[in-house]
């Protein structure tokens, strides 16, 4: 085994390339601050994930190099915008919609899809910059933090590297090495978190009435739905979210039987054929965690920082923000000289003022989801649907509207 050698030093280190790191170093990139920006996957790599995205991802990513990476999105083959929001469809058809356009949840009328593949390629195709290391490929090991800054291991093609750093954000996904090493944030409760499976489907027929993203409940299944979502391919991505409970093959046997037997699922996959393979994922749809997302000299962006909305499961939107937020406080930080975890807090404020609302919208259908006959109940309630949508409307805070 090689032995890292001699240290190399940074101004700041971002871990991970994903939406929230590659957005902070974008922003970081146009105000001119170095950075080394490292992941551990080559580029392009897809990722399990819905591949619908909101209004916050856009509006987010057109700051940035003066609106050309959301021209760059917007002009791909691959993008597909499709209508605003979500329709909900009981396990015996009947539906409404909720959009979220003009609220803070990170939908909104601009709703549009991209498979990962190709959206996470176009911010890593606009990485290089002046200001920017870009490391894909090397992994890092080990983190430790001493009076000097962070200290680094990183695997590298060539080897392990020691790299130290007077800032480190954190943007290495849900497994997130920087917040075991580095914060408090404390591990999930089981109770907190949802098994995944997705695949891309061909030859699913379009919902007619509502050819938008859709979220089918399953019947007597707690906290479980399937969701579909068409591509600018002609193809859909499908995917179920359950309960820790449901495993391996017993949440592929679940979707299954619900593409053949829920009602309205059944008429869209009748001739529908599965590309590829499943992917198993879990996904803590946890709590936020908008209190422990900072500390000495680091920030955990995106889902290191539990930003992800819970059981909902969005969390690109807030991702990119977070990494917009994370530069604007680095970039203070820097000005001032300022390293400790007080100065730092100012972002977990800004996170909280802008992300609150998505997160609460996500609690609030996690409870409606462990009730599986209630949430039943009331999609299939048209009047009692009207006076939330009364409330809702009259409020206009909650970031909910119905469609
Ligand atoms: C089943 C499922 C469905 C979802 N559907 C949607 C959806 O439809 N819409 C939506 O908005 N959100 C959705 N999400 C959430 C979305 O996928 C995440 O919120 C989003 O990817 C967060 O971006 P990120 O940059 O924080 O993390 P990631 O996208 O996970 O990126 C983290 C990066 O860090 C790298 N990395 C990890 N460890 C290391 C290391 N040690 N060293 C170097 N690099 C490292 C990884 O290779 C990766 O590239 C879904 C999530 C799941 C699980």
Same mark, same amino acid.
């Not at 959301?70 to 605003?84: K, T, V």
């Not at 399937?226 to 591509?231: D, G, K, Q, S």
């Given at each position: 085994m090689t032995?890292?050698?001699?240290?190399?030093?940074?101004?700041?280190?971002i871990v991970g390339a994903g939406p929230a790191g590659a957005t902070a170093s974008l922003f970081l990139s146009d105000q001119g601050i170095s950075h080394a920006i490292v992941d551990k996957a080559q580029f392009p790599r897809d990722k399990v994930d819905g591949n619908l995205f909101g209004n916050k991802v856009l509006d987010t990513l057109g700051e940035v190099r003066q609106g050309a990476v959301r021209q760059q999105l917007e002009?791909?083959?691959?993008? =597909?915008?499709?209508?605003?929001?979500?329709?909900?469809?009981?396990?015996?058809?009947?539906?409404f919609g909720l959009s979220w356009a003009g609220g803070n949840t990170g939908l909104g009328s601009e709703v549009f899809t991209m498979a990962r593949l190709h959206f996470d390629q176009v911010l890593v195709d606009n990485l290089e910059s002046p200001y920017a290391t870009v490391h894909l490929g090397s992994a890092v090991t080990? =983190?430790?933090?001493n009076e000097q800054g962070i200290e680094l291991t990183v695997d590298t093609a060539e080897g392990p590297q020691r790299w130290r750093s007077q800032y480190i954000l954190g943007a290495d996904g849900e497994k997130s090495i920087v917040r075991r090493a580095l914060s408090s944030q404390p591990s999930r409760p089981m109770d907190d978190q949802a &098994?995944? =499976?997705?695949?891309?489907?061909?030859?699913?027929?379009?919902d007619r009435d509502h050819p938008y993203s859709a979220a089918y409940l399953i019947s007597n299944q707690k906290r479980s739905f399937v969701y579909v979502v068409p591509l600018a391919d002609g193809t859909h991505k499908v995917g179920f979210i359950s309960t820790p409970d449901n495993k391996g093959t017993a949440l592929e046997t679940l979707l299954d039987d619900a593409l053949s037997s829920h009602p309205a699922l059944s008429k869209r996959f009748? &001739? $529908?054929?599965?590309?590829?393979?499943?992917?198993?994922?879990?996904?803590?749809?946890n709590r936020p965690a908008l209190d422990n997302v900072s500390g000495d000299r680091f920030l955990l962006l995106g889902d290191a920082g539990s930003l992800l909305v819970p059981q909902i499961g969005f969390g690109t939107g807030n991702a990119v923000l977070s990494?917009?937020? $994370? $530069?604007?406080?680095?970039?203070a930080a820097i000005a001032v000289n300022r390293y400790d975890a007080e100065f730092l807090d100012r972002y &977990?404020?800004?996170l909280r003022s802008s992300i609150q609302t998505s997160i609460q919208s996500g609690i609030w259908f996690k409870r409606m989801a462990s009730y599986p006959k209630v949430m039943t109940w009331f999609v299939e309630q048209t009047r009692i649907r009207q006076g939330f949508k009364f409330l809702f409307g009259r409020k206009g805070d909650t970031g909910l509207k119905w469609i």
């Amino acid at each position: 085994m090689t032995t890292p050698s001699s240290i190399q030093d940074f101004q700041v280190v971002i871990v991970g390339a994903g939406p929230a790191g590659a957005t902070a170093s974008l922003f970081l990139s146009d105000q001119g601050i170095s950075h080394a920006i490292v992941d551990k996957a080559q580029f392009p790599r897809d990722k399990v994930d819905g591949n619908l995205f909101g209004n916050k991802v856009l509006d987010t990513l057109g700051e940035v190099r003066q609106g050309a990476v959301r021209q760059q999105l917007e002009a791909s083959p691959h993008f =597909l915008r499709c209508g605003g929001g979500l329709r909900m469809v009981s396990p015996k058809g009947s539906s409404f919609g909720l959009s979220w356009a003009g609220g803070n949840t990170g939908l909104g009328s601009e709703v549009f899809t991209m498979a990962r593949l190709h959206f996470d390629q176009v911010l890593v195709d606009n990485l290089e910059s002046p200001y920017a290391t870009v490391h894909l490929g090397s992994a890092v090991t080990q =983190l430790q933090q001493n009076e000097q800054g962070i200290e680094l291991t990183v695997d590298t093609a060539e080897g392990p590297q020691r790299w130290r750093s007077q800032y480190i954000l954190g943007a290495d996904g849900e497994k997130s090495i920087v917040r075991r090493a580095l914060s408090s944030q404390p591990s999930r409760p089981m109770d907190d978190q949802a &098994n995944t =499976l997705h695949a891309y489907y061909s030859g699913v027929l379009e919902d007619r009435d509502h050819p938008y993203s859709a979220a089918y409940l399953i019947s007597n299944q707690k906290r479980s739905f399937v969701y579909v979502v068409p591509l600018a391919d002609g193809t859909h991505k499908v995917g179920f979210i359950s309960t820790p409970d449901n495993k391996g093959t017993a949440l592929e046997t679940l979707l299954d039987d619900a593409l053949s037997s829920h009602p309205a699922l059944s008429k869209r996959f009748a &001739n $529908a054929q599965r590309i590829g393979d499943v992917g198993i994922w879990p996904a803590s749809h946890n709590r936020p965690a908008l209190d422990n997302v900072s500390g000495d000299r680091f920030l955990l962006l995106g889902d290191a920082g539990s930003l992800l909305v819970p059981q909902i499961g969005f969390g690109t939107g807030n991702a990119v923000l977070s990494g917009k937020l $994370a $530069a604007e406080t680095i970039s203070a930080a820097i000005a001032v000289n300022r390293y400790d975890a007080e100065f730092l807090d100012r972002y &977990n404020e800004a996170l909280r003022s802008s992300i609150q609302t998505s997160i609460q919208s996500g609690i609030w259908f996690k409870r409606m989801a462990s009730y599986p006959k209630v949430m039943t109940w009331f999609v299939e309630q048209t009047r009692i649907r009207q006076g939330f949508k009364f409330l809702f409307g009259r409020k206009g805070d909650t970031g909910l509207k119905w469609i």
